[in-house]
Structures are given as structure tokens and as C-alpha cells.
Nanobody, 120 residues
């Protein structure tokens, strides 16, 4: 699975941003897809995923209620809507693909990452 993320940028605290990831390859349509982020000085963390065949996303506690993930199956894209952004959301955001068993811990495939910077 190949993954291409886009949509990052510089915003102010309280603003919103929408990230998009295009998945491609012969198994993309049957893969679980998700988002991670790496905050400077910390390990990469899981934030959201939609397992293949699931009807609703999974979220980490750190973003639940502020971030919304969606999936367009015919287009093999996922979006992450980031609302009410905080300075601590500043990070490189990655899309990822894997199985339902691995998507929240050790995805097999990674996109290149897109930088989100939130200023106060």
C-alpha cells in the first residue's frame, strides 16, 4: 500500500485543519487505515483509525471529541478533520495502513508525513 498525505500547515490555536491521505495499491481497498502523529521529542502515537469493514472510527483519548476521521472507500482516501487546535497538537501527522490487528499499534505501511504547526 502506498500512502500520500496532504493538508498540513501553519494555523493559530482554535483554528481547524483538514488532512487527507490517498491510499493506492492492489490491497488498499481492503486495508485498515489510520492516522498517527509524532510530537517533537516524543514517540509516534496512534490517534485515529477506521479498520476495514468497520462502520465507525477508533480514536485515542487525546483527540476524541476534537478530531474526526472519515473514509471514502471508492476513492481509497481518508480524511482527518482537526478542530479547536491547540499548540500541543503541533506534530508531523502520518497516515498508515495495515490490518485491523495492527493498525493501532504497528501498521505495516506509512505515508511520508505532513507537518501541522499551531501557534498561540
Amino acid at each position: 500500500v502506498q500512502l500520500q498525505a496532504s493538508g498540513g500547515g501553519l494555523v493559530q490555536a482554535g483554528d481547524s485543519l483538514r488532512l487527507t491521505c490517498q491510499a493506492s495499491g492492489p490491497t488498499a481497498g481492503r486495508s485498515s487505515l489510520g492516522w498517527y502523529r509524532r510530537i517533537a521529542g516524543k514517540e509516534r502515537e496512534f490517534i485515529a483509525a477506521i479498520p476495514w469493514g468497520a462502520d465507525r472510527p477508533w480514536y485515542s483519548d487525546s483527540v476524541r471529541g476534537r478530531f474526526t476521521m472519515s473514509r471514502d472507500n471508492p476513492k481509497n482516501t481518508i480524511d482527518l478533520q482537526l478542530n479547536n487546535l491547540k499548540r500541543e497538537d503541533t506534530a508531523i501527522y502520518y497516515c498508515a495502513a495495515g490490518s485491523a490487528m495492527t493498525i493501532t499499534k504497528r501498521p505495516q505501511y506509512w505515508g511520508q508525513g505532513t507537518q501541522v504547526t499551531v501557534s498561540s
